[in-house]
């Protein structure tokens, strides 16, 4: 059994986490301009829809979504570039003890294509709604393609559960999992969602 992380360590670690957090600016999702306004579109979805590229951990939204691994533990590489060490390293050594207490609970890993939310702790989101995808091994399968819908649908299905409003997206598997890129845009589709 692992001993409680001290109370004075985690306000000295969240009051660092913060002014960091301030240092680096902060972006509000809600402010960002639509697809419709940009690319002068008229119908609905692409007016509220945005995109943005940037580091994922300064925007402030109802949730951010992360490419988790089956551990749901953060990256165990160090150093490791990857949006989930990323994550981890700004919402705080408490992210991955909650993710730790939602494994226990779970009694097994994360299945791909499946999806929870935790609090968003020092990052400037309320929530993280992590997702593991497809690793690719060799060719790219049907199966593949499927298991990567299944993520982006489990989490529309959450933050609808939840009554998110704001979800940020990050493009899930196309890092350290290898889901070629390109397909990835051509596979994505958006269901009607009510948000």
């Not at 990857?82 to 981890?88: G, K, Q, T, V």
């Not at 889901?179 to 845009?185: A, G, H, L, W």
Request: overall charge negative.
């Amino acid at each position: 059994m692992l001993e409680p992380i001290a109370e004075s360590f985690l306000e000295i670690q969240d009051q660092f986490l913060q002014e960091e957090a301030r240092e680096k600016g902060i972006t509000k999702a809600w402010d960002l301009p639509a697809v419709a306004k940009e690319f002068h579109c008229q119908d609905l979805l692409t007016q509220r829809i945005s995109l943005w590229k940037g580091d994922i951990t300064t925007l402030a939204a109802d949730a951010i979504v992360n490419a988790a691994n089956s551990q749901m533990l953060g990256c165990f590489v160090p150093c490791c570039g990857c949006i989930d060490n990323a994550i981890h390293t700004v919402a705080s050594i408490q992210l991955r003890e909650a993710c730790g207490r939602l494994m226990v609970q779970q009694g097994h890993e994360e299945e791909t294509g499946k999806a929870k939310v935790t609090p968003g702790f020092n990052l400037p989101s309320k929530y993280v709604i992590h997702t593991v995808g497809p690793i690719i091994t060799g060719t790219l399968t049907t199966e593949d393609c499927q298991l990567l819908a299944s993520c982006y649908r489990s989490r529309l299905e959450l933050a609808a559960e939840q009554g998110l409003k704001t979800i940020v997206f990050c493009c899930i598997s196309t890092g350290e999992f290898r889901f070629p890129r390109e397909k990835q845009r051509r596979l994505s589709y958006v269901r009607s969602w009510n948000f």
